[in-house]
């Protein structure tokens, strides 16, 4: 089966396809009148209504019957057959989506007093004690006491924030943050472990994201939802608020890849309570809905695979995708490594039941997408519009290279990621492609955009090795990019000798060799014409 999505012109979401839901109780609206889903029937009146809402879908007869176990897109062209889906409203309404994101983000917040010196350690314990979350980390039962200062502080940022007063609270969290920068995290220094104090830290700057976003200010709140994520990556409430951010910045892709790891997370770090589950999977869905539907220059189909397709089985997965959206087919691309994830069918604890897709993008004019070719045919792409890539860029060079990375490329690649767990660190993934991005940004002077960028990218790196297996070579390459990252937000070295700018530069050199052979290519044939026309003017003459 196809999950489809068709971003029409009105922006509204339509579904077909839609694999059957995992937690059916997610859903508070009806399966829209074209989408064909497994769903059990109702009984009584529910029954009644579904059968009136199918009636606009024909029926398929079991012999001619397209749909296979496996996911195989062999005759999925036949979903053409379909009438054309009327708008449907989302699958989770807003009220349900945002009722989720508080009980998830904020719900922690009755149980962090810190009534007395002991009361910290044991908060950290569990970030979200009102809905039963897992620890935040191994060992943080075991934290040694903190220091007394610290807690005073600690207690003194709280009490306004119980009293609502977040500018107030959010002051008070950063003298606290402060107080950790100077060492004052344990009483016992020391002996204090790195670990533990960097649970300490991300605990404080979770606090002060909270009173940004209860402001909502997601700007600041995301670059401390950056620097808590660094510290203490395997806190799934850190990726929530990270989602939270985004949701408030307007950009639902990187909100729905927060609400994804949140929930791998969650799971990873022994969460075992059902109900939290499947809020932060109701969260992820609403999220992922919002991406889809604002979507304007792509449509998309989800197509069920698990293995590596053939080039054949790709054609016929782009091939449905033509007939499928016939308004998205100037530039088709199939993402060949697979590995995409839905709310709807994804169990952590159960991976023979998770549901693994191939992303298949249509594009409404080939120039915003073509740039994924070369992603995927190309070791080291590049996307600097020089023609002579040795020579110092321009201003001018350099503001078309903001404009192509950071609303062309970036821009699709996060949303391919959005529902992938692994992305590795190559080409591709994003992440190179953001440091040089972000080395864009530095030569620009936008030195806040900068900096934000860079947070984000060691934030990615940070959780990297929680989401995917790492080859000894992928460690290499995390390790380098790390601490090349924070060597330029602490303005260490040239920026010119990055690992990003150093693989930019390699694949330099090969564009340069290629265009200086195809110049002398040019060159030759341009002398072999010559040639020949002196040729057969000298002929000619001698025949007159």
């Not at 088709?332 to 994830?341: A, E, M, Q």
Request: aromatic content about 10%; charged content about 25%; proline content about 6%.
């Amino acid at each position: 089966m196809l999950f489809r999505n068709i971003a029409n012109s009105t922006g509204s979401l339509e579904l077909q396809g839609l694999e059957q839901m995992v937690f059916p109780e997610y859903t508070e609206h009806p399966t829209p009148a074209t989408a064909q889903t497994n769903q059990p029937e109702e009984k009584g009146q529910n029954k009644r209504k579904g059968k009136k809402t199918d009636s606009s879908v024909p029926k398929r007869s079991k012999k001619n019957d397209s749909r296979r176990k496996d996911g195989s897109p062999d005759d999925c062209a036949g979903a053409n057959n379909e009438r054309s889906p009327l708008p449907a409203p989302p699958r989770i309404s807003l009220r349900d989506l945002m009722e989720a994101e508080t009980k998830l983000v904020f719900g922690d917040e009755q149980d962090i007093t810190h009534k007395s010196l002991a009361s910290t350690a044991t908060q950290l314990m569990c970030q979200a004690a009102e809905i039963g979350g897992p620890p935040s980390g191994p060992n943080l039962s075991f934290l040694p006491q903190i220091d007394k200062w610290l807690d005073v502080a600690l207690q003194d940022a709280n009490s306004y924030y119980q009293q609502k007063k977040y500018a107030t609270a959010a002051s008070r969290f950063t003298a606290a943050l402060e107080l950790c920068s100077k060492g004052t995290v344990f009483e016992k220094p020391f002996n204090a472990d790195y670990e533990d104090i960097c649970k300490v830290v991300s605990f404080v700057e979770s606090r002060i994201v909270a009173c940004y976003l209860r402001m909502k200010r997601p700007n600041p709140a995301l670059l401390h939802c950056y620097r808590s994520i660094q510290l203490n990556p395997i806190c799934f409430q850190n990726h929530l608020r990270q989602a939270m951010a985004y949701r408030l910045l307007g950009n639902p892709c990187e909100a729905v890849r927060g609400a994804m790891i949140a929930d791998y997370i969650y799971w990873l770090s022994g969460g075992n309570n059902r109900h939290i589950s499947k809020l932060i999977k109701l969260y992820w869905q609403g999220l992922l809905e919002v991406a889809l539907s604002m979507e304007k220059n792509f449509s998309v189909v989800f197509t069920p695979w698990s293995g590596k397709p053939s080039i054949n089985i790709i054609e016929k997965m782009e091939e449905a995708f033509r007939k499928l959206h016939p308004a998205f087919t100037d530039y088709i691309f199939t993402d060949p490594r697979g590995g995409h994830l839905l709310p709807q069918t994804t169990d952590w604890s159960q991976p023979s039941s998770t549901k693994s897709y191939f992303l298949t993008l249509g594009f409404r004019t080939r120039n915003d997408g073509d740039f994924l070719h070369k992603l995927l045919h190309r070791r080291s792409p590049t996307f600097t519009g020089q023609r002579s890539p040795f020579t110092p860029p321009s201003y001018r060079d350099l503001e078309m290279m903001f404009e192509i990375q950071g609303k062309k490329i970036l821009p699709v690649l996060d949303f391919i990621k959005c529902t992938k767990l692994s992305v590795g660190f190559s080409q591709g993934s994003g992440i190179i492609e953001r440091l040089q991005y972000a080395s864009v940004l530095g030569q620009l002077n936008r030195f806040r955009e900068h900096m934000h960028v860079l947070q984000y990218t060691l934030a990615e790196l940070a959780v990297a090795p929680y989401l995917q297996d790492i080859s000894p070579s992928d460690t290499e390459l995390l390790l380098a990019l790390m601490a090349d990252t924070m060597d330029t937000l602490e303005g260490k070295r040239s920026d010119q000798e990055r690992v990003w700018n150093a693989m930019q530069k390699v694949n330099r050199q090969m564009e340069t060799f290629k265009w200086k052979f195809e110049e002398t290519l040019k060159a030759k044939v341009y002398i072999e014409d010559f040639k020949i026309v002196s040729s057969f003017s000298q002929v000619f003459l001698h025949v007159l």
